[in-house]
């Protein structure tokens, strides 16, 4: 995730689109260049039979002449090149922000600052494009100027030795015609050389990404994670983004198989970087993180991330229709699996309700839809999928309060027998969780259930008291009494654990074993 996060889209983009050059390249060298060779060389052996080795050499000393112009203005030329290409991805950077933030451009009315600034871009890459030009135009004259003299040189050479006697008329027409034959060399060696430069320039920063190293992966002899029972364990982790901010501080707990587990506290607290640490979108900096015993570091990433579904606040849908989307989670799926989970996420309604149902399109990153909408459809992808451990990042954050008591049932029904990690802001969707975290700047000040956390009195209880307006900051309600009205009990598609005998693997194949009977409990 490092590479995503430090590198800017545009950027990425444009140097991929620059990889054709290396496919120029290798057509370069293998079909131009080294077949000129050969030419000049059976020029320079006819030249030298058809005169004598005098006039080779005259060809030759030119022919280098203009060689050196070549390398030499192209090797001048090459920093203002390097400017050139850095300006055009400065400016299809411009663009790539400016088409994704399109609404913020329109909220803002910045539609002429966005002009102006990319006018500014396109000026600086025509100004960079200019200076590289006239450089290498430098060079292309003074070679003409050279290929203008090194010709009059032979004819004055041939036809001295003409009014002498040695050679023949013919001779000179003969050179007078195969000249353009021995300048073509000439002429492409050049070019190639200045192309090779410029190619090699352009894929510059497509061999840097290529060689970046990705800051998590695997590690030699990984295994596929096997899940048993769910267990998740943080022991001592602590984290940093940058190396002078600590963003998560020696924090350990254990959630036993088949819980539920809530993060709260304020923005910026690290709630949502513990996520990220579980799905090894990150190496802890110390400490370690444990699924039923294994080192997240010891197994293959291929196999933790086919365990684990995630309901992201800001879910993106690809520009494709809505049951390619959701099939995403589980390319085999059958539509009727598809149309069961949606109607355990509660939106299979709204899509049918569209002119083209389930194959309507939804924009770029789904921008044809509401947030409610676009949340309902990343559940319905994780019941789709049906993992073990589930992780929700305020997954309700955009529904109203009729559509949130569908989708908590259909979370019910998904959390049943699985690990579940919730962060929540609305404090009312997990007061059913068998514990709650308290994250205040990367650290566990709080834990409990909801009604220990209200009786301490503490950060939980500041927070649910501002959330009620002191409503409830003097009742403590059972967790019987705060339960939703239960939905039909048969589930609208087979969303409970799968329940082998076996030990399942990454495929989320798993039984239920500690499922019902483990707590959450600090690690010691």
């Not at 003409?144 to 027409?173: E, H, M």
């Not at 900096?285 to 010891?298: A, E, K, P």
Request: proline content about 3%; aromatic content about 10%; glycine content about 8%.
């Amino acid at each position: 995730m490092d590479f995503h996060t430090s590198k800017d889209s545009g950027e990425v983009l444009k140097a991929v689109e620059q990889a054709s050059s290396l496919n120029s390249l290798i057509e370069l060298v293998f079909f131009e260049i080294s077949p000129i060779l050969v030419d000049l060389f059976v020029a320079m052996y006819y030249v030298t039979t058809l005169f004598d080795a005098y006039m080779a050499f005259l060809i030759l000393f030119m022919g280098m002449a203009y060689v050196w112009i070549g390398y030499f203005f192209t090797t001048l030329s090459q920093p203002k090149r390097r400017t050139y290409v850095e300006k055009q991805r400065t400016e299809n950077t411009t663009v790539n922000e400016t088409v994704h933030n399109w609404q913020t451009v329109a909220y803002f009315n910045r539609g002429d600052y966005e002009r102006e600034r990319y006018r500014g871009n396109i000026r600086s890459t025509i100004s960079a494009h200019y200076q590289y030009y006239f450089r290498s135009m430098g060079g292309h004259a003074l070679q003409d100027w050279v290929i203008t003299f090194g010709y009059t040189a032979c004819c004055v050479f041939a036809i001295s030795q003409i009014i002498t006697g040695r050679k023949p008329v013919g001779n000179l027409i003969t050179f007078i015609m195969y000249w353009s034959t021995i300048m073509n060399p000439l002429y492409v060696m050049s070019y190639s050389f200045r192309h090779l430069s410029s190619t090699l320039i352009d894929a510059e920063r497509l061999l840097q990404l290529l060689n970046t190293n990705p800051s998590v992966m695997d590690q030699e002899n990984a295994k596929d994670l096997v899940i048993k029972e769910g267990k998740v364990e943080f022991q001592g982790i602590d984290f940093a983004y940058d190396p002078r901010k600590q963003i998560i501080k020696n924090v350990s707990f254990e959630v036993e198989g088949g819980k539920t587990v809530a993060f709260v506290g304020e923005t910026g607290g690290g709630k949502s970087t513990m996520l990220k640490l579980l799905f090894r979108f990150y190496d802890v900096t110390n400490g370690t993180v444990l699924i039923d015993d294994q080192d997240l570091r010891s197994v293959t990433l291929t196999s933790l991330r086919e365990s684990i579904g995630l309901v992201p606040q800001d879910p993106a849908l690809f520009n494709q229709s809505i049951r390619q989307n959701i099939r995403y989670a589980k390319l085999d799926a059958t539509d009727a699996e598809i149309e069961d989970a949606c109607r355990a996420a509660a939106i299979h309604d709204d899509i049918v309700s569209f002119p083209d149902g389930y194959n309507s399109k939804v924009g770029e990153r789904g921008v044809r839809l509401s947030g409610g909408q676009l949340q309902r459809i990343a559940i319905a992808r994780v019941l789709l999928k049906n993992p073990k451990i589930v992780m929700l990042d305020e997954a309700t954050s955009a529904v109203d309060s009729a559509i949130e008591a569908q989708i908590q049932e259909a979370f019910r029904k998904l959390s049943k027998g699985r690990t579940t990690f919730v962060i929540a802001h609305r404090l009312s969707t997990i007061v059913e969780a068998d514990q709650i975290l308290v994250i205040d700047k990367g650290e566990v000040i709080e834990r409990g259930t909801h009604n220990e956390l209200l009786l301490l009195g503490g950060k939980y209880y500041e927070l649910w008291t501002k959330q009620t307006a002191g409503a409830s900051s003097s009742r403590v309600e059972s967790k019987e009494g705060s339960k939703a009205p239960s939905a039909k009990d048969e589930p609208l598609i087979d969303i409970t654990p799968p329940d082998n005998e076996g030990d399942a693997t990454a495929s989320g194949k798993s039984d239920d074993r500690g499922g019902n009977t483990g707590e959450v409990r600090e690690r010691k």
